[in-house]
């Protein structure tokens, strides 16, 4: 599998036999989103929910089957469980609801988070913790913060780690990259245009993957 970031909460999941796009965002809403999404032909898309920056389905090519609930699908050979999450810790009184999409696919398990607000709940973290990629928010900017997304990594114990939900530039001291690296005890690194992993090339240990926004 091929995974790609493209900004914000956007991902690029290529498959043996799948395209999948998580929360597509359009340049409109995000000055991070890719100017060319028409331009992937995408098999699945999923939307963790309906907020700009997330749900600009229109603008991936392909017409690609859409995901925006929880519940258990099975579209091309790929099988997704939404698990119902929140927005915020109130229950989705500020911020709505959010949708964790645990997707199988060519034998790995893939967690989106999508913009989760809070800890996760013993019934939420029983349904991620077969997770071997986890897409996780960082920014604190109606999302959990990079303190809240390390103990989330300590609780799931997946393979691998993919932050999202913050811009690329790290420079700021007080940047969320830069919190969540020292919450990781790693150091900020390059980061890559792309992640290749099959079941057999997971790492033994936990591994903090960056990847650089697509554009």
């Not at 090519?61 to 469980?81: A, C, K, N």
């Not at 915020?88 to 893939?110: E, F, S, W």
């Not at 997770?131 to 928010?137: F, G």
Request: glycine share 6%; hydrophobic share 40%.
């Amino acid at each position: 599998m091929e995974i790609t970031w493209l900004g914000h909460s956007c991902f690029q999941l290529r498959g043996k036999n799948a395209i999948l796009i998580t929360d597509p965002c359009s340049p409109q809403s995000q000055p991070t989103a890719p100017a060319a999404l028409s331009k992937i032909n995408a098999s699945i898309v999923t939307v963790s929910h309906d907020h700009p920056g997330h749900n600009a389905v229109q603008s991936v090519g392909g017409h690609p089957r859409v995901v925006r609930s929880p519940g258990e699908y099975e579209i091309s050979d790929v099988l997704i469980t939404g698990v119902a999450a929140y927005h915020d810790t109130k229950r989705g009184q500020d911020y709505g609801r959010n949708t964790i999409y645990i997707i199988h696919m060519d034998d790995l398990v893939i967690c989106h988070l999508g913009d989760l607000g809070h800890s996760l709940q013993e019934e939420q973290l029983e349904e991620v913790a077969d997770a071997d990629v986890l897409l996780l928010p960082i920014s604190g900017d109606h999302t959990i913060n990079a303190t809240q997304a390390a103990e989330i990594i300590s609780q799931v114990e997946p393979r691998v780690v993919i932050p999202m939900h913050y811009t690329p530039n790290a420079e700021a001291t007080s940047h969320p990259l830069r919190t969540f690296c020292k919450e990781m005890g790693i150091e900020i690194v390059d980061p890559q245009p792309k992640f290749v992993v099959t079941r057999n090339t997971l790492p033994a240990e936990m591994q903090v993957i960056l990847l650089a926004a697509r554009q």
